[in-house]
T-cell receptor, first 115, second 111 residues
Framework: AQKVTQAQTEISVVEKEDVTLDCVYETRDTTYYLFWYKQPPSGELVFLIRRNSFDEQNEISGRYSWNFQKSTSSFNFTITASQVVDSAVYFCALSEAGGAQKLVFGQGTRLTINP | KAGVTQTPRYLIKTRGQQVTLSCSPISGHRSVSWYQQTPGQGLQFLFEYFSETQRNKGNFPGRFSGRQFSNSRSEMNVSTLELGDSALYLC??????????FGPGTRLTVL
């Protein structure tokens, strides 16, 4: 069975601090996809990134970066120089290659950036 | 391109009633998935439709059903509503084997 664990329920930091959101996953599949989504107060899930299991390269997009390590089954997300607009609930998710449209989500991490 | 749209945005129903939610995917997307979000259970997959066929189903009772039309628009139906069905229902669309884009959701309250 697939499982995603986001151990940090809530994180609160002051603006401009760096913050890392942890994600650990479990799957028996050798081919799978990992995702991060952001859910602002409006409720809509906003897609941030997708990685496949064969691509362990870290990725950077502006202030966002992702660290994928198959050895530890982790896919962590770092926001550098956080801003108040980054405040949201962040979800890590997993899907298997065969049923690629069935996402298994973690419980989410509520991130609050204080001015 | 316009994003995923869901109607209605808010619904209030009473126990025992049934409800139908609608989702219009991004133009060109043929896969539509539905998720339920509650404070207790988090985000849970309901089902996925592709080319009018249910391709994946989550672990929900038969009261939850859906369908997809030839224009890829999808509806989900919940019959005999229970208090525990109160949730945010999210629809997502995608191209095959690609990331899903979500709509704003329908917030259902069952009284």
């Amino acid at each position: 069975a697939q499982k995603v664990t986001q151990a940090q329920t809530e994180i609160s930091v002051v603006e401009k601090e760096d913050v890392t959101l942890d994600c650990v996953y479990e799957t028996r599949d050798t081919t799978y996809y990992l995702f991060w989504y952001k859910q602002p107060p409006s409720g809509e899930l906003v897609f941030l990134i997708r990685r496949n299991s064969f691509d362990e390269q870290n990725e950077i997009s502006g202030r966002y970066s992702w660290n994928f390590q198959k050895s530890t089954s982790s896919f962590n997300f770092t926001i550098t120089a956080s801003q108040v607009v980054d405040s949201a609930v962040y979800f890590c998710a997993l899907s298997e290659a065969g049923g690629a449209q069935k996402l298994v989500f973690g419980q989410g991490t509520r991130l609050t950036i204080n001015p | 391109k316009a994003g995923v749209t869901q109607t209605p945005r808010y619904l209030i129903k009473t126990r025992g009633q049934q409800v139908t939610l609608s989702c219009s995917p991004i133009s060109g997307h043929r896969s539509v998935s539905w998720y339920q979000q509650t404070p207790g259970q988090g985000l849970q997959f309901l089902f996925e439709y592709f080319s009018e066929t249910q391709r994946n189903k989550g672990n929900f009772p038969g009261r939850f059903s859906g369908r997809q039309f030839s224009n890829s628009r999808s509806e989900m139906n919940v019959s005999t509503l229970e208090l525990g069905d109160s949730a945010l229902y999210l629809c997502a669309s995608s191209e095959p084997l690609s990331e899903q884009f979500f709509g704003p959701g329908t917030r259902l309250t069952v009284l």
